[in-house]
Each structure stands twice: as C-alpha cells, then as structure tokens.
C-alpha cells in the first residue's frame, strides 16, 4: 500500500486562538490521527496549502491537480473544506490511472465531538478499495463530484442532478 | 454547601458552527462538566447571557451585579470570558457576605484538549474555601481583579499593579 | 444503502468500573460512534452477546453465522474482540452473496485515543465497496481471514500463510 | 506558589493494555493535565510508585509520610488510589506545618469522561487556600480523612462517624 495525502486547509484542520477569539486553520490532523491510529502501510503527508475552502481559487486549484498529476501514487487522499471539495473534485477529473479520495469534517479534529476521525478511516478504505476516479467521502457515503452537492442547511452532502 | 452558578458566555461555551465556519457560544458547559464529574452538593446554574466579553455592556454587568446581590447563595461561581472578566470583578466590588469566583477558559470546552474541565474543578473549591471577597480564578491561580489583568499575548493572567 | 451491524463485544465496547477496579464490556459503541458523525443512509445494530473475544464459543460463533445468515442486508458489519476475530471470520466463510467485514478495536471507544473511529469509518466504506466475501478490517488494512493473523507483541494484525 | 505533587498510582493513572485485555497503571496523569491547562506557578512531580491502593502496604504508607515529611514544600498534592486514600491521609496526620491534599479520581484520566481534570483543579486550589492539615479533595468536596470514606455502591466519598 502506497497512499498520498494532501492537505488544503479546511474545518478538519481548524483551531481555536483565544488571542483572536476565532478559529484558524492549523497543521494538518490527518498526520495525527493516522499516527494515533497506527496504521499499517506506507503513507506520505503534503501540506498544500492551508486555507478555508471558500479562499480557494482556480490557481489553488490548478496547484492541486498538479501535485496529484505529478505524484507517483496511484492512490491519493486530499483533505479538503466541505464548501468547495465538490468543485475541486471536478477539477481532478481529467486525471487517469490514480484513485483520487476527498474528505474532509464538518467539526474541527481538535473537538471532542468530530466526524474527522471515522471520515479519515472511511477514505482510507475507500482509497484502497475503490478504481481509478475521483470521488468525494463524506457522511460515510462515497460520491461522484460530477452530480454532489453540499446542502449546508442539512449539513450534509448529497446527490445532486 | 449550597453553590449558585451564573454563566455569561465567553470562550469555555464556543461551539463551532459549520454553517457559519465560525465559532459562536453555545449553552452553558459548566453544567455538563458538573454532571458528568458526578459532583456532590447541591448547585443551580442560571444563565444571564452568552456573550464574548469584549460585548459585555455596562448594562450587562449591572445585570450581573444585580443577579449576584440577589442570590440567595454565599458562594457564587461566574464563568465568562476572560477578555473583560477583570471588569466584570471590579464591578462586583461592592457585595458583601459572598464569596465571589470568576473563572472562565482559554480554550473552549467542547475541545480535546481545554483547561475548562481543570479550572471548573479550580473555581469549585476556591469558593468554598476563600473567605467573602471577589476573585478571578485563572490559570490555577487566584487573583484579586483590584490587581489582576490578562497578557493576551502570554495567554495568561498576571498580577498588575 | 442498507447496512446490519452486529456487535459481539470486545476492547472496542470495554468500559473502566471503579467498583472492581477493572475493564468490563458496556453497550455497543458502535452505534454512538455512527450517530455522533451523522452517517447517511439506513443501517441497524443489533447486540449479539458481550464477551472478550477470548470467551467466545463454538455455540457463540453458529450463533453469529447464523445471526448473518438470516440478515436481509447484503451488507454487514461486524464488531467483535481482536484475538479471536479471525476465527470468527473463518467461521463466516461459507456465506453467499453478502459483503461481511470484522472489525474492532485495539484501545476501547471510551478513551481519548482510540482507534474505534477511524476503523468503525474504515469498516463502514469497505463494507460498501468490497465484492461478496469475509474481511477482516483493522490496522487500516483490509485482510482475508484465511491469511491473517493478530500479532499480539506487535499490537498489529498480519497477512499469514 | 511552591507546590510539591508526589504520585502513587490508582484509577487516575490507569491505563488499557491491550496486550493483557487489561487495565495498568502507567505514568502520572497528574502532570500531563497540569501541562495541558498551563497552570501558573512551580511545582514539582515524583512519582513514588505506582500502585492500585487496595495494594499499598504499611511500608508504602510509610514511604509516603516519610516523602511528604521531608518535602521543603508546604504545599503538597498526593494523586492517590481511591479505596484507600482514607487511610492514607490518616497516616500523614502526624506533619505540621503543611497542607496535605489527597486526590484521585473515579475514571481514568485517559478516558473522554473522566474526573481527573475536575479533580486536579479541585485539588489545586484545596492545597493553596486550605490552613495546615490533612484533607482528601474528591467529588468536589474537602473531607477530614479521620470522618470520611469511600462508598463503594455510591461511587463517592462521604462524610463518617
């Protein structure tokens, strides 16, 4: 098993600073929480960046796809704000011969209550088990970012159109 | 003993909000703590406001004053949040007959890892063992808010001049 | 998405009791975990027994089999002690037509750091993305039972011969 | 603030061993939660040993006066197994001149619901407000090891002949 991670930002990574009485995006957990879990297998974590995913932009974008492009995993997770991790998804999908898994927690990792923790596990399996494509995780379902949407009053993600 | 809890918000009741990927204050954690630490005695928290400090208005801190002068309890617990808890102890200068501990958190409750839980435990026992007076309890120290101010940037209490 | 979720006991389930000083096994963790994340989709749980894997049967394990057997789901999940998971998953082996993935846990759900989220989250995307057949799923690692093997120095399970 | 911690084990300290499907007593909570909360203030931890209390002997009992006798602090906190705090604190009922709080706690510290942080606060605000003496700090309450013990079916310390 050989599994590339990269990280974006978003609520999964967000931390609370008293001094501005805000939460900030901070390192990323995914590496926490594989090492607290004791993972078998080889993995790799890259920081891309680390932003909301509302911050985002298309030269973001086009920096995420490269480094997915260029790595020499078949098999990528990218840790990613739930607001535009459907857009991000759309942007990968020209890429063939890799699985390309995007997850991220609607509660910050640092919480007691998180969803980070299963969401991290559930793209774990899904990364291995799943064929080449791109596919968003979360809420414990496994959907295609061409007809997904993240309904925010539900806090949910669903299938869209 | 017979304890009366007024809760006012500040950093110990943030919650993160996904939709808003803000933090905003939720309910009175103080409670939840009290209940799962499974305390002994007899205590009633009673909500006056949920606040960020910094919002705290003069009319507020009447209310405070007010609610505390009217207690029918010698030892009062006030959690609230740090920026102005400081204000808030100078302003309830004048009550006599009461012990008086303000106690709030740098890191909210609902985190991994927060000192709530340490400085609730804190706050308890300052007020059953401190004679009548007001006193902010932070940082595992007990300062009188005559002379006591918040380093923002060391994230801690300190005794002022 | 219909998913059956047995529970049979194990570390995964074990609970501190003060009055004797020792772990025992509680209720099922599984389905806290699945409702504290806010899963989609419909699944059920349903309590088999409550043993340390050690202490289960032969009448235990045709139990289970047939617990599974008469499941209408196509898809099932099982939570069950590490030391005897792979013999209960040998157990399972004659069973058409269903997707049945075993997991558990090395350090129990109640702690602080604990490997029940993410493997709960492991085995929830492998139980919908696997093909018919019986897996073992921990360590981050998805294993047939008749190659697999718990390394109790190593605190890992194992590909066998 | 000048405050000496000496710890002996019990349930605050234990943790789960998977490799003995048991609980064991491990390395001194006490000074992972006073590093958590940032606690103002010098102290200093020893451990004496590492014991549940139902096993400390009447040469443990006296190891533990003859430390807390010869401390220059006096201040002293003793993380203490909670079957037999009681008579602890009645063996250190000779030493003048400082204040000797014992403490522990029903859940394990490394359990998402624990007392230990409670406890601790608790503990450290008893030990620098408290005037000279023995006293056993549990359940939120300030005890007199000569009138107190530990119920059992209650899961709390009370108030005896």
């Known amino acids: 098993m050989n599994i590339e991670i990269f990280t974006t930002g978003g609520t999964i990574d967000?931390?609370?600073?008293?001094?501005?009485?805000?939460?900030?995006?901070?390192?990323?957990?995914?590496?926490?929480?594989?090492?607290?879990?004791?993972?078998?297998g080889v993995f790799r974590v890259t920081p891309l960046m680390r932003k909301d995913s509302l911050d985002i932009t298309d030269e973001d974008r086009t920096q995420i796809v490269?480094?997915?492009?260029?790595?020499?995993?078949?098999?990528?997770?990218?840790?990613?704000?739930?607001?535009?991790?459907?857009?991000?998804?759309?942007?990968?999908?020209?890429?063939?011969g890799k699985t390309i898994v995007l997850v991220g927690a609607m509660q910050p990792a640092g919480l007691?209550?998180?969803?980070?923790?299963?969401?991290?596990?559930?793209?774990?399996?899904?990364?291995?088990?799943?064929?080449?494509?791109?596919?968003?995780?979360?809420?414990?379902?496994?959907?295609?970012p061409q007809h997904a949407r993240k309904n925010r009053d539900a806090h949910r993600f669903e299938v869209s159109d």
Chains 1, 2, 3, 4 share one sequence.
């Open 112 to 144: 007691r209550l998180s969803d980070a923790e299963f969401n991290i596990g559930f793209a774990w399996a899904a990364v291995q088990t799943l064929s080449e494509g791109v596919y968003v995780a979360m809420n414990g379902r496994i959907l295609d």
């Open 66 to 96: 490269e480094a997915v492009r260029s790595s020499h995993a078949d098999k990528v997770i990218i840790t990613h704000g739930t607001d535009t991790m459907v857009d991000t998804g759309r942007a990968l999908a020209g890429i063939k």
């Open 14 to 40: 967000k931390l609370y600073f008293d001094a501005l009485s805000e939460y900030q995006i901070g390192s990323p957990q995914v590496l926490r929480v594989l090492k607290d879990v004791g993972v078998a």
